[in-house]
T-cell receptor
């Protein structure tokens, strides 16, 4: 059972380009969470998705950022018209969360986005 | 201040000494997890402690949880140079998402 897989591991984009980050959750997990980590800081929650639904996007910037988790395929975090401030490590986690039960989220290795 | 704050921000010790890091949080939680991150690398899950547990051990790691004080501690005994890393606590609430602190940077000098 492979862990959470993120790709690419490293991504370089020029200002104004689009960045697409992919996350394949662990087998059987239907809940995906995206986090952003700026240099020297902890991870900050961005968005929580279930299959085909956005459950909580309270941490997502209002513009240029979007996320999806289609019925088939990986979850995608999309950043349009990237700026230098978007440079960060983006982590994805997945879980099999069931309301009222204790769960553990498993993290991928992250995608390091550098905007030049 | 945010949910899941680590203290101290930085800690420097000699190899063989014990390292203690603390984490405080604000709201009720389902569980609390400690992670380790080497510079520029991904997260390594260390220990999960549930809200109804008070202490857990894993090798040289000992984690305590005091829900009345909304705090947790991570103790690394007999530290090694390879323990040098950043350590984060993350609290998980009923919403399923985790809230991380900014971490404690541990340096273990050989």
């Amino acid at each position: 059972n492979a862990g959470v897989m993120q790709n690419p591991r490293h991504l370089v984009r020029r200002r104004g380009q689009e960045a697409r980050l992919r996350c394949s959750p662990m087998k059987g997990h239907s809940h995906v969470y995206w986090y952003r980590q700026l240099p020297e800081e902890g991870l900050k929650f961005m968005v929580y998705l279930q299959k085909e639904n956005i459950i909580d996007e309270s941490g997502m910037p209002k513009e240029r950022f979007s996320a999806e988790f289609p019925k088939e395929g990986p979850s995608i975090l999309r950043i349009q018209q990237v700026v230098r401030g978007d440079s960060a490590a983006y982590f994805c986690a997945s879980s099999d969360f069931l309301p009222g039960e204790y769960t553990e989220a498993f993290f991928g290795q992250g995608t390091r986005l550098t905007v030049v | 201040s945010q949910q899941g704050e680590e203290d101290p921000q930085a800690l420097s010790i000699q190899e063989g000494e014990n390292a203690t890091m603390n984490c405080s949080y604000k709201t009720s939680i389902n569980n609390l997890q400690w992670y380790r991150q080497n510079s520029g690398r991904g997260l390594v899950h260390l220990i999960l402690i549930r809200s109804n547990e008070r202490e857990k051990h894993s090798g040289r790691l000992r984690v305590t949880l005091d829900t009345s004080k909304k705090s947790s501690s991570l103790l690394i005994t007999a530290s090694r140079a390879a323990d040098t890393a950043s350590y984060f606590c993350a609290t998980e609430t009923n919403a399923g998402k985790s809230t991380f602190g900014d971490g404690t940077t541990l340096t273990v000098k050989p």
